[in-house]
Structures are given as C-alpha cells and as structure tokens.
C-alpha cells in the first residue's frame, strides 16, 4: 500500500543524494525500513515513478535531476518499436534523437517527452526518456482480444507498439471494436502495460461502416455540431433580400450549370460561357459562404477547428453545417444563389484579353455529373437540350486550349488514379476500380485554375493565403535520374525542372513505366501546403496561385473569400498577419490529418476486400523495391501488396540499391521495377501480402 510518510523519506533522500541510482535495498537500508514495510516501499516507488516524482532506470531509482542544456524535449515517434525493432526517435525541431527501446519509460507515439541526451556518435545523438510532457491521446481504437483470461485491445494506430489491458470490459465482446479510456499508464521496468476501461463500443470488426467509425474516433475526428454553433443557423434566411439581390450583378439570365461526382450533394462551383465578338466569356461562380459565414462568428470558429471537410466511402463529415454546405450555399439548380464570379475575356486564340472579380447572384439550369458529361462528349445521345450541348462543346474547346498553354509553361500532368469503392445493396464492398481523369474532370479543373490563379494576383499587394508547392530538391531529381537511367530512360536535368520532369514523363515508353514512375516522382517532389510566402506552385507551374474555389469544403477558400469581397467592396482588412499565418497552419496541418485518416479508411477498406480473395492468383507489376521486399500492384484491382524476399526459396537474393532490384546469387535471377509478376494472395492482417508465383 502507498504510504505518504514513507513517499516523503524516499524522495528526500533521493534529493540529497541526487548523483546516485539506488536499488530497491539501498533505499530500504538508508531509511532504516522495517520488513513489514517492504511491500509497502514497493507500491510507494511505484507510485512515485508513475506520477513522475522519482526515475527509474534499469531498477535503480534516482531524484527528478533538474533540466540542463543536455535536457530537450520533442515529440515520441514509435514506427520502429511496432515494426519491432529495437528502438525508437524523438523528433526536436533540430534533429532527432535515438532512443533504445530499454529506454522509451512508457511514452506512446505522439507523446511529447523530454530526453536525457546521453552521447554522440557519427553524428547522431543518443538518449534516455525521463519524463512524458504531454499525451498525444488518453483514448484508444481498437479490436477486443481474450488471452488466458484477460481481455486486451488492439489498437487500430499501427505505430501504437503494445497491446494494452482491459480492467473493465463493460458490455463488449471480443472481436467488436471499442473507445478504450486510459486510466493507468503502466511501467515498462515492471513490463506493466497500461490500463484502461471501454467507453464506447463501435460494432463488429470489418464492418465497413465500424472501420470507418473506428478511424473517425482514432483521429478524434467531430460527428456533430456544438448545439452554439447550431443556434446560429436561426438567424439565416433560407431566401435572398431583394436589396441584397439588387448590389450584386444579377447574372441569372446566362446559361449556367454544375458538373460535379454523382453522389456530390454540396454544389459549391458553377460554370458558364458566352460568346463574343472578341471570342468567348467564361464565368466562374463560386458560392458565397462567406456572406453567412462572418469572421467572428461561431461557425467560423467552428470552420476554423476542422479545418476542411473529411470525405470517407459513403460518409462525409463537413466542415459546415448541412444547412450551409447543402442548402443554402450549394448551387443546387433552379434556386437564386449569391456567389462570387472570376469574369475571363478570351480572344478566339483563346489567350486572356480581360478579367475581374465581382459578386453575383445566378440561377443554374442544370445539374451534371462527371460521366454525363464524359458520354456526351463520347458522343453518346443523352437528354441534354440543345443550347446546352452548344455552350459544353465550346467549353470543350476551351479547355483543351488552356490545358495545351499549361503544359507550354511547365504544368506537370501526372496519372496516378485513387480507388473507388463499389458497394452492394447491404453496404458491403463489392468491388474495387481505379478512377480515370476524364475530359470533364480535366475541364473543370481548367477553370478552376483560371479562378484561383487571378483571386491569388488580386491578392498579391496584400497579406493572404497561398496555395504552394516548392520546387524539389536538386538531388532527388539526380537521384531520380540515375534510377531512370538503370531502366533505359535518359533525359537531361535543365535549369527548368518543369520542362525537365515533363521530358522524363514523355519518355515513358508504356503505360506500366507510368505507374511505377509517375508515383516516384510525386515521392520525389515537396508536399503542398498553405502559405502567407508566396513561393509558387511547381506542380501547376505558377508563380500565383491560392485557393478560392471550394470555400464550403476548405478553411483556405474560406478565408480568401472574405479577403476578396473586402476588397472588391474597399472595406477593411479583415485578418491580421499574424492570424492569416495561424489560419495557413492550421489549413495545412487540417488536410495532413484528413489525408492520412482517409488514407487509413482506404487502406482498411481493401483488407476487408481482399480477405475474400485469399489464395487467389493474379497478375501484376512490381512497382517498388525495398531491401528485404518488393511492393507489387496488381492489374485487376488498384491494390498493393507486399512479397517478402524470404519467401523466395528458389536463391538467396541481394538487394541492389542503385538499381532497385533484386539478384539471386546463383541463378542471377533478376527482379526489378515494371516486371510483370504472376501472385497468391498469401496472407492478410495489418497489410496485404502476396508469394510470387512466377
């Protein structure tokens, strides 16, 4: 039993003798402890570690040592521990710090620790966890298992390196996923795991409506609207004031539409196009949210805390309120709608004589989805009026045009497809296929582009938020290059890394090449993020761009809007610096977080669906090489999976970095990128595994 008196002897001669690490017998000699009190003094130091008044090390405790410059603190990364390695980093804002897994105390991935750094050696740093700062998460995912009695969780987050111990399992059943509650965080020098209790249970494991729940309550993602911010809604009109109507450009008498995915239900983009004499107006209407939604206000606040819309298979959670993402600001066909309008003048050679910006009110005539749209210009005969087809072939036009004038200054057009699920009439997936850029999907993003780059140069003379993307670091792309080379593909590295990039994407000679290579450039390139610098987009090959086009999905666009409309009506700025800077953090790390939960749905999603395929055989490409595994995507479905090199028993094969391949030694068997590979579906658990066959 704990016993305070006993705590205070213990942590008093510590501190005096503060240079010292004790055994249990020591501290137990020192004191002038008596036997009976032996257990005692057990549960008493045990506590003191766990609330982090003494540390222990090695069993020896020792006082809480004062913070020195040897001291910092940075943030757990655990990927090594739950691959099972021996060791862990602690990422500082300067450089990481190597840690053994003997030496973590019971910190947790995402944990801000602090390090005792111990010493350096070839130019790292080696060090010892003394204390957890904070805790990346208190609750955890996962799936309930029962071991001799004892029931544990699971937890869904791969990089969580333990399994963790139920005390109260409430109604759950092993095989359900659950919300565990963290009570006790355990102690690693005791192998003592943490403990929690179930406070919530989700459903059976491998339901894909559970998974995706699941995942939703890993990233602690929100499922509702605060009722404060709700109460906000009252007070917005579900029609337009007529003097409202009257200060805007009334542009509801031109042939207007939407074209967005089938199953889209906020509108947040329209299009139209008329002709001149000069050659052809486009109109970009994007929906005003911002003339709901005002800086100060609850919904913005609650814009602010989600950042963008997290969109899942079958469940979208927004980051505005149905009201306002699917009513009164979608621009849903046959309805008045306020919106703000990009107005482009182009010649007949379609280059841009003219454009400004303004706010509107329209009325759109129809509503489209990407296929009707790719059909018609297929040329299949579907329902669409005349005047119509008219404006959708001269759009045609147009965005072949844009899209030839962007490919002339450096815009790099990569093919890598997302997975789409198909479901059956239960929920269940059905079956998996790759998406295509179509034509349609090409033209809206044409005009889009046109929209944001001009919002971006109207901004330019004030502080906003950018849309950028960096150029690449000068030796990936030789690295790059070498590798392109091993695979008969050469091109020169020019001063201009566009055109560079595009000469290696032309230089594909099939379509296999493009898949290995168009993704190894992407991991080759900088991530995109949001800016108040303007340091250009690469990938677009502008030097002006940010985003402004979808202010119902994205805190950015948002944010842009209100900066335009104040502009457009000579008001006040509305930001300061230092809020806009707060604002393109919290955008970026947002859509971090969004992409890698939809990531992990996604990856979810296909275990489920490839469970059913176990044993199967099919045809592939080898799309990556690692040092003990190649990475193989199959032909039949937008699937990787894994072929470890120790399953290969035909030779002892060695990995060939330069090249990315594998030799075996007595055969000289070769293994590489874009071989064609026949795989059973051997094995699946946190991920796919395939035995090559031939």
């Avoid at 930001?575 to 859509?591: C, N, R, V, W, Y």
Wanted: aromatic share 10%.
């Amino acid at each position: 039993m704990y016993d305070k008196r006993l705590a205070h002897k213990v942590k008093k001669y510590l501190e005096v003798n503060k240079d010292n690490r004790l055994k249990i017998k020591d501290i137990a000699k020192a004191i002038h402890l008596k036997k009976h009190k032996h257990k005692d003094l057990v549960d008493t130091l045990f506590k003191l570690v766990r609330d982090e008044e003494i540390h222990l090390k090695n069993r020896r405790y020792s006082a809480i040592r004062i913070k020195t410059a040897d001291y910092i603190q940075g943030t757990f990364d655990a990927t090594s521990l739950a691959k099972n390695r021996s060791f862990a980093f602690v990422t500082g804002r300067e450089e990481d710090i190597y840690i053994s897994g003997e030496d973590t105390l019971n910190a947790y991935h995402g944990d801000i620790v602090e390090v005792e750094v111990k010493y350096s050696r070839n130019h790292k740093r080696y060090g010892i966890i003394i204390k957890i700062v904070e805790r990346k998460h208190d609750s955890f995912v996962g799936t309930v298992q029962e071991y001799k009695g004892k029931y544990y969780l699971q937890p869904d987050n791969s990089k969580i390196h333990t399994d963790l111990l139920i005390d109260e399992l409430s109604n759950a059943k092993p095989g359900e996923k659950v919300v565990l509650k963290i009570l006790n965080w355990g102690n690693r020098e005791y192998q003592r795991l943490p403990v929690g209790n179930i406070i919530e249970v989700l459903g059976k494991a491998g339901d894909p409506e559970v998974e995706i729940l699941s995942i939703i309550k890993q990233y602690e993602l929100p499922l509702t609207f605060p009722d404060y911010v709700l109460s906000e809604l009252k007070h917005l009109p579900d029609e337009i004031p007529d003097d409202e109507i009257a200060r805007r450009k009334d542009l509801r008498n031109i042939t207007t539409f939407t074209i967005d995915p089938a199953s889209a239900k906020d509108f947040d983009d329209a299009i139209s196009l008329e002709s001149s004499e000069q050659g052809c107006d486009l109109y970009v209407h994007i929906a005003d949210v911002a003339h709901y939604v005002q800086p100060k206000s609850k919904l913005f606040s609650e814009a602010v805390n989600r950042g963008n819309s997290y969109y899942f298979p079958k469940k979208v959670i927004p980051m505005l309120p149905e009201k306002i993402s699917n009513k009164i600001c979608s621009l849903r066909p046959f309805e008045d709608k306020l919106t703000v309008t990009v107005h482009t003048k182009f010649d007949h050679e379609f280059k841009i004589r003219s454009q400004e910006v303004y706010e509107s009110v329209i009325r759109s005539n129809a509503r489209f989805s990407y296929e009707e749209i790719d059909n018609f210009f297929d040329g299949e005969d579907i329902n669409i009026e005349k005047e119509l087809a008219n404006v959708l072939k001269k759009m045609r036009k147009l965005s072949s045009a844009l899209l030839q004038q962007r490919l002339e200054k450096g815009y790099l057009l990569l093919n890598i497809p997302e997975t789409e699920f198909i479901f059956d009439e239960d929920g269940h997936i059905s079956d998996l296929q790759r998406s295509r850029q179509t034509e349609s999907h090409k033209m809206i993003e044409n005009f889009m582009l046109i929209a944001n780059e001009f919002v971006a140069k109207q901004l330019f003379k004030q502080k906003t938020i950018y849309r950028i993307h960096e150029e690449p670091d000068e030796k990936k792309i030789y690295e790059l290059k070498e590798v392109a080379a091993k695979y008969q593909i050469e091109f020169k590295i020019e001063n201009n890394l566009n055109n560079t990039l595009q000469v290696l994407l032309e230089s594909m000679p099939d379509e296999d090449h493009h898949r290995v290579f168009d993704r190894m450039i992407l991991r080759n390139m900088k991530r995109a993020k949001y800016s108040v610098d303007n340091y250009g987009h690469f990938g677009l090959a502008m030097q002006d761009y940010t985003h402004f086009t979808s202010p119902i999905r994205r805190l950015c666009d948002l944010t842009v809007h209100h900066q335009i409309k104040a502009k457009i009506n000579s008001s006040s700025i509305l930001f300061s610096p230092q809020k806009l800077f707060d604002l393109a953090g919290i955008a970026t790390e947002k859509e971090m977080l969004a992409d890698e939960a939809e990531h992990e749905v996604n990856l979810k999603n296909k275990i489920i669906f490839m469970k059913k395929k176990l044993g199967e055989e099919y045809s592939g490409i080898i799309v990556g090489v690692r040092p003990s595994k190649m990475i193989i995507e199959l032909d039949r479905y937008p699937i990787t999976g894994i072929v470890s090199i120790s399953t290969l028993k035909d030779d002892y094969y060695e990995f060939y970095e330069q090249n990315l391949c594998f030799i075996g030694r007595k055969t000289g068997k070769i293994y590489k990128l874009t071989d064609k590979v026949k795989i059973l579906v051997s094995k699946i658990d946190d991920d796919i595994y395939f035995q090559l066959i031939r």
